[in-house]
């Protein structure tokens, strides 16, 4: 009796104490339960919301796959992605056109340009060669001029050459140094390219040579150039002044004319 008199007795609460002890569990179960329900739902509705933007996301040949691995296999969403899938390969196609035709008129449009420059640089060459040749014309026509106003002076040293006679030393001294100038001169219009027209012993042609007289002849070919009395010159090919010249004929074949 005294060991179990030793114990402490249980000390009852108040009714109010316990009341007011207890009220705060009893509140927190039901705003927990609450919250849990509510975040649960926030979780389902985006998940639900996220859903048709991966599947707007995806393409119609991923939705066509999913379609068909899934275990229960649903006509009707079949038959949606297979709609879909025509749909996506009829764009396809019409892009296809579209880059074709783009292609196409590109093509043209780059074998259009590429003629016009092979054109362009058609012209260009046929200009710089008729410029070319225009100016080497040019250069010649005027070169032409100037040694027409020379030859004259040139028949003078020539008809001197022919002409004069030294009889003394110093004669011929001055006869020297009219011959060195008259060498200078057939120097200098050698270089201009001016050359003489081939006369004695040649067969006449009209396009170069001036025949003042004919004469008759068996030792000769009837029309060769006997004799030459004036010099005749041409430069770059082209006749600057023809040669006058004595043509041979013979007496049994037809004589050659001085209009020829």
Do not use: W
């Amino acid at each position: 009796m005294q060991l179990l008199s030793s114990r402490p007795a249980c000390v009852a609460l108040p009714r109010s104490v316990q009341r007011a002890a207890a009220k705060p569990m009893v509140a927190r179960a039901p705003v927990a339960r609450r919250f849990v329900a509510t975040r649960a739902a926030e979780v389902q509705e985006a998940e639900a919301a996220a859903a048709p933007a991966e599947e707007a996301a995806a393409t119609p040949l991923e939705r066509a796959k999913k379609a068909l691995d899934s275990e229960t296999l649903d006509k009707d969403v079949l038959t949606a992605a297979l709609a879909e899938l025509e749909a996506e390969m009829g764009r396809l196609q019409s892009a296809a056109n579209e880059a074709n035709d783009r292609a196409k008129s590109l093509e043209a449009s780059l074998a259009s340009a590429k003629d016009q420059y092979l054109r362009l640089n058609a012209d260009f060459d046929n200009f710089r060669r008729r410029t070319r040749e225009e100016s080497a014309a040019l250069t010649d026509s005027v070169r032409g001029d100037v040694i027409k106003e020379m030859l004259p002076i040139v028949d003078n040293f020539e008809l001197a050459r022919t002409q004069v006679k030294a009889e003394t030393e110093a004669e011929q001294k001055i006869n020297n140094s009219y011959q060195g100038l008259y060498k200078q001169m057939v120097d200098l219009m050698r270089t201009q390219g001016v050359e003489a027209v081939p006369t004695t012993g040649t067969p006449f042609d009209p396009n170069i040579h001036d025949a003042i007289m004919r004469e008759p002849s068996n030792s000769h070919p009837d029309g060769t150039v006997l004799q030459e009395f004036r010099k005749g010159f041409a430069i770059g090919g082209k006749l600057i002044r023809p040669a006058m010249v004595k043509v041979s004929y013979t007496e049994d074949g037809p004589a050659a004319s001085s209009e020829e």
